[in-house]
Structures are given as structure tokens and as C-alpha cells.
T-cell receptor, first 113, second 109 residues
């Protein structure tokens, strides 16, 4: 266990559905991240939060909406996704932003049908 | 734009056969990098941080080194449980980390 917990581990959703991914970290870290990992591609940073404030939004489509209510919790709200959004979505946290190593959750395997 | 390149893409070794993985990147000034291990269907697991040229770190059968232009992950006498994809990313302190595509290592018994 890395101290970063993601739920659910697997999710199948239709293109008209609305769902949310949840991430919780028990490490006392101040920064949290959402990454997307597609087959045969490097990890892609989606969003960064430092002390609950969003500091990076990597040109992510608006059908992905992040929420960070406090330093320990991070959500990714999904709506009207496309099949090409199917991927492994990873949450990570680090003590002091990208200066320090990030610890990843186990990921949510998302399939859009 | 920073680019991180890992080689080889895939590596098959016999148990006990030592080898090295490479990570090179182009950045405006050397600032180190991170190494991770990723098992199928799981999130990356942090291994090492290297901050400056000449720095070395070890963990069990793994040893990471950093030069001015690239990093190596040396695997000594690997075992089947070392099979995984090894990722490098950097640099620490950048506005965004850039990840390489990884080296998929398979160690055969």
C-alpha cells in the first residue's frame, strides 16, 4: 500500500453517463495529481492541486472536471465521455509539489462504451 | 519542450543475467530525475530520486546512476519478480514532470 487509495478500481460507463473517481491520501501531502495512462503512451498529466488550489490544467477537455475539497481528497468528475477516453486514471500525491517524489494509487481502469 | 527517452523499449533477461536500462532527456539544465517501477494494472511505485551528476542510489538488486546527460538503472542478478515496466521522469522541480514511455523488463526463470 502506498497510502494513496483510489475508488473504484474498475469502471464501465456509457457515453451519456456521469460518474466520479475518488482519490484519498493518508500521507499528509500537500499536492495531488490526476494522470491518464493510455496503452503504449507515456503518463499524461491532467491536473495538479497544491494546497487545494488548482495550479495546472493540461488542456484537458471540459468533460473531465476535477474537485479538491481538502488536501487529502481529490475527485475527477466524468460526463459525456468518448470511447477514446478509456484508459487507466492514476491519482498521485507528493509532499511539496514536483520537487519531491510522487506516490501513486492503484488507478481506476475506465472503459467508455 | 522537455523530452524523456527510455531504451530499450523491451528487454528479456534470463534470471541472473545483469543488464542496464537507459533514460536520457533534454532539459534546459540538468536537474535530476525520478525512477519508478510499474506492474501491470497498477500504479507506478517510487524507486529513486537522483538530483545531480555522479549521484548513485541502490535498492536490493537495483542501482541508479546519473551523468550530465542520462541515467542508468542497473539490474544485478535479476529475479523473475523484477519483471515490470521501469519508468523515468523528470526533472524534480519542473512545472510538470515528463515521463518516458518505459522499458518493459521480463526476467525468465
Amino acid at each position: 500500500e502506498t497510502g494513496v487509495t483510489q475508488t473504484p478500481r474498475h469502471l464501465v460507463m456509457g457515453m451519456t453517463n456521469k460518474k466520479s473517481l475518488k482519490c484519498e491520501q493518508h500521507l499528509g501531502h500537500n499536492a495531488m495529481y490526476w494522470y491518464k495512462q493510455s496503452a503504449k503512451k507515456p503518463l499524461e498529466l491532467m491536473f495538479v492541486y497544491n494546497f487545494k488550489e488548482q495550479t495546472e490544467n493540461n488542456s484537458v477537455p471540459s468533460r473531465f472536471s476535477p474537485e479538491c475539497p481538502n488536501s487529502s481528497h481529490l475527485f475527477l468528475h466524468l460526463h459525456t465521455l468518448q470511447p477514446e477516453d478509456s484508459a487507466l486514471y492514476l491519482c498521485a500525491s507528493s509532499l511539496e509539489g514536483v520537487e519531491t517524489e510522487a506516490f501513486f494509487g492503484q488507478g481506476t481502469r475506465l472503459t467508455v462504451v | 519542450e522537455d523530452q524523456v527517452t527510455q531504451s530499450p523499449e523491451a528487454l528479456r533477461l534470463q534470471e541472473g543475467e545483469s543488464s542496464s536500462l537507459n533514460c536520457s532527456y533534454t532539459v534546459s539544465g540538468l536537474r535530476g530525475l525520478f525512477w519508478y517501477r510499474q506492474d501491470p494494472g497498477k500504479g507506478p511505485e517510487f524507486l529513486f530520486t537522483l538530483y545531480s551528476a555522479g549521484e548513485e542510489k541502490e535498492k536490493e538488486r537495483l542501482k541508479a546512476t546519473l551523468t550530465k546527460k542520462e541515467s542508468f538503472l542497473h539490474i544485478t542478478a535479476p529475479k523473475p519478480e523484477d519483471s515490470a515496466t521501469y519508468l523515468c521522469a523528470g526533472p524534480p522541480g519542473a512545472r510538470q514532470l515528463t515521463f518516458g514511455s518505459g522499458t518493459q523488463l521480463t526476467v525468465l526463470p
